[in-house]
Antibody, heavy 119, light 107 residues
Framework: QVQLVESGGGLVRPGGSLRLSCAAS????????MIWIRQAPGKGLEWVSY????????YYADSVKDRFTISRDNAKNSLYLQMNSLRAEDTAVYYC????????????WGQGTLVTVSS | EIVMTQSPATLSVSPGERATLSCRAS??????LAWYQQKPGQAPRLLIY???TRATGIPARFSGSGSGTEFTLTISSLQSEDFAVYYC?????????FGPGTKVDIK
């Protein structure tokens, strides 16, 4: 079955960096656009970054542009999010999710990884 | 950017009753509307896409309707496992946008 497993979250000081990973299995990873979505404590869902199936098209929310970098390795069935210059407002659970083929709704989600930015 | 709103913010319902949740888009999104369910401590789960198509494994008591700017998620007879937060999401125009959610709790 489809499985997405995030890792790499943790506690980091403001200005620090983290790299999140999402390991995918149970489907043809290279067929799907992928997205990182985050949820601050007690808040709603916010898309962070989106990458096409080949990695040729990439989008960022304004709130993370120039600080975060999304990438993927289709040979390793993995999605990544490099997060630099982290701020307190980046504190959230980060989910990776799979976009349905040809559509921008998300039919499978990982369990999430918590990123806490605090001094 | 399309703004999604949901009402009510909280809906108190007794088990076995019907629940009706609303979602509104600031401009037409055609039928490109999805609904997700999120339980505490869990990731969201896709319930409905295309405004009215149930995702795989979703019980028939969940139904979606609407098009354009007005959408409804109906849970025909609430079960204990249905108490959760429900989000709508438009995917007609990039960037995608989520609504703020409706919490369905026990009356």
């Amino acid at each position: 079955q489809v499985q997405l497993v995030e890792s790499g979250g943790g506690l980091v000081r403001p200005g620090g960096s983290l790299r999140l990973s999402c390991a995918a299995s149970g489907f043809t990873f290279s067929d799907h656009y992928m997205i990182w979505i985050r949820q601050a404590p007690g808040k709603g869902l916010e898309w962070v970054s989106y990458i096409s199936s080949s990695g040729s098209a990439i989008y960022y929310a304004d709130s993370v542009k120039d600080r975060f970098t999304i990438s993927r390795d289709n040979a390793k069935n993995s999605l990544y999010l490099q997060m630099n210059s982290l701020r307190a407002e980046d504190t959230a659970v980060y989910y990776c999710a799979r976009a349905a083929v040809g559509k921008n709704y998300f039919d499978s989600w990982g369990q999430g990884t918590l990123v806490t930015v605090s001094s | 950017e399309i703004v999604m709103t949901q009402s009510p913010a909280t809906l108190s319902v007794s088990p076995g009753e019907r629940a009706t949740l609303s979602c509104r888009a600031s401009q037409s999104v055609s039928s490109d509307l999805a609904w997700y369910q999120q339980k505490p401590g869990q990731a969201p789960r896709l319930l409905i896409y295309g405004a009215s198509t149930r995702a795989t494994g979703i019980p028939a008591r969940f139904s979606g309707s609407g098009s354009g700017t007005e959408f409804t998620l109906t849970i025909s007879s609430l079960q204990s496992e249905d108490f959760a937060v429900y989000y709508c999401q438009q995917y007609n125009i990039w960037p995608v946008d989520f609504g703020p959610g409706t919490k369905v709790d026990i009356k």
